[in-house]
């Protein structure tokens, strides 16, 4: 069990590098999101800006749009210009003709880093050549929204806009990277089950515990990686991003970035639940044994339904995750499996326990129960309209009683008997019902002796 929560911990890491960075469409999904961010789109907006600056004489630029002697108010111009391309270049990337732009080159980056990860003849050879995020359009873009012509992009150099990912030297690493993460993700999450599948299997006096515990260990794991994500955020944040002006897009990059793996470790954590009330379930305790008295009919007379609501269940599953490859389809069969061995044992527990348990005994039971409280309820609330003042009675025998005045029990005994008198009345009249009227005269001092 300590063996599967270490490698369930492992596997969200492999999962998540897997998904992220070898997966076109869960990369360009992030990036989108990434320039969602005002944070990040501040800091792409003000890249952008001082790319047109540092590649595009400006100041000639508009020399060349000015007329006559206007063109002298070019270098002014150009000054006043950088500032509004600064305020507007934010704005001008939550249109959605920016965000199109940014998610085409994120989409063509990631497709040839893929090429090149996967060593594909027409890709860049690790000897001559670098992967890298093409901004060019969304420069182009910014320069047109801020007035500069419209030809721009002929004259812009082959590198402007350009955001080197990976180097020539760093290729053949990241090929041999990517080969092993890919191995790594489907091998872990394979060896995780399987290592609580043979808890289970080998603790077959106590397998409820070793159930319960495998599902606190996945619990533990999915909450290690939310906090490992948290720690290493501020050590990755602050180890490549070395501009303090940057940094809050670094954070909000990074928080982004890794959501997915919030989202697979929660999947984990939800796992690790189902497999602790799995465990309790099983277990003796007093409110497993009464779940299990509820559903033994269920589990008796309709397994067949049981069985196919899990089949409905796995195949809703696989056909939202069948873009995530094999890795996910294996361990949705592994862990319908193990649900499935986990019905077949509770079928078999509670058949044993309660082999003529009927829906009527739970529901039926429940129902009377409702029915008496309700009834006693609207008898109490008849009766107390009924009832008459209470009197009290001596304390006890003896001398209390022979020191109490001769006149005060005369007048005890007078009201009990027109107490009694009065109920007795209210009977033959059909006032009160047998049993309300049997329920009144145990009320009344010395009525219980009285017929």
């Known amino acids: 069990m300590i063996l599967g929560s270490v490698l369930a911990f492992l596997s969200v890491f492999a999962i998540w590098i897997e998904r992220q960075a070898l997966n076109t469409g869960d990369w360009v999904s992030t990036s989108g999101q990434l320039l969602q961010n005002s944070t990040v789109r501040a ?29 002298q108010l070019a270098g002014p111009a150009a000054g006043g210009l950088r500032q509004v391309a600064g305020d507007g270049a934010e704005k001008v990337l939550e249109t959605s003709t920016a965000q199109s732009l940014w998610e085409d080159a ?14 594909k003849k027409e890709a860049v050879s690790t000897e001559n050549g670098d992967v890298s995020l093409n901004l060019g ?34 290729l053949k690493t990241a090929q041999n990277i990517a080969i092993a993460i890919k191995g790594l993700a489907l091998l872990l999450s394979i060896l995780t089950f399987a290592a609580f599948g043979a ?9 409820w515990v070793a159930v319960l515990f495998s599902g606190i260990g996945l619990i533990a794991a999915g909450f290690a990686v939310v906090i490992a994500r948290h720690v290493a955020g501020g050590i990755v944040v602050d180890q490549l991003v070395t501009t303090q002006s940057v940094k809050p897009a ?13 989202s697979i470790a929660t999947t984990v954590i939800i ?4 497999f602790a009330a799995a465990g309790w379930l099983g277990s003796p305790t007093g409110s497993a044994r009464s779940s299990r008295r509820v559903i033994a009919p269920a589990l008796r007379d309709y397994i067949a339904y049981v069985y196919t609501g899990l089949v409905i269940l796995v195949g809703i599953y696989i056909l939202n995750a069948a873009s995530q490859g094999l890795r996910s389809f294996l361990t949705t069969l592994i862990v319908a499996g193990m649900a499935a061995f986990g019905i077949h044992e509770l079928s078999r527990q509670t058949a044993e326990e309660f082999p003529d348990a009927q829906f009527s005994h739970t529901f039926g039971g429940t129902r009377d129960k409702v029915v008496s409280a309700v009834k006693g309820a609207n008898i109490g609330e008849r009766a107390s309209k009924l009832r008459l003042p209470e009197v009290r009675r001596p304390e006890a ?55």
Do not use: C
């Open 43 to 71: 800091a792409v907006g003000e890249y952008l800006v001082d790319q047109l600056y540092e590649n595009v004489d400006v100041e000639k630029e508009l020399k060349d749009i000015l007329p006559g002697e206007t063109k």
């Open 106 to 119: 994120n989409r063509s980056a990631h497709e040839q880093l893929l090429a090149v990860l996967e060593n």
């Open 137 to 170: 359009s969304l420069l182009t873009n910014l320069a047109g929204q801020v007035g500069l012509a419209s030809n721009l992009a002929e004259k812009l150099p082959p590198d402007a806009g350009q955001i080197k990912i990976l180097h020539s030297n760093q």
């Open 199 to 207: 808890a289970i299997y080998l603790s077959r006096d106590s397998r």
């Open 250 to 262: 670094g954070e909000a990059a990074w928080s982004i970035g890794t959501s997915l793996m919030t």
């Open 271 to 274: 796992i690790g639940v189902l």
């Open 397 to 451: 025998e003896g001398t209390a009683a022979a020191d109490a005045p001769t006149e005060v029990l005369a007048s005890d005994e007078d009201a009990r008997l027109q107490r009694l008198e009065r109920l007795g009345s209210l009977h033959e009249k059909g006032i009160l019902t047998e049993e309300e009227f049997a329920t009144e005269k145990l009320r009344v001092p010395g009525g219980s002796d009285t017929q």
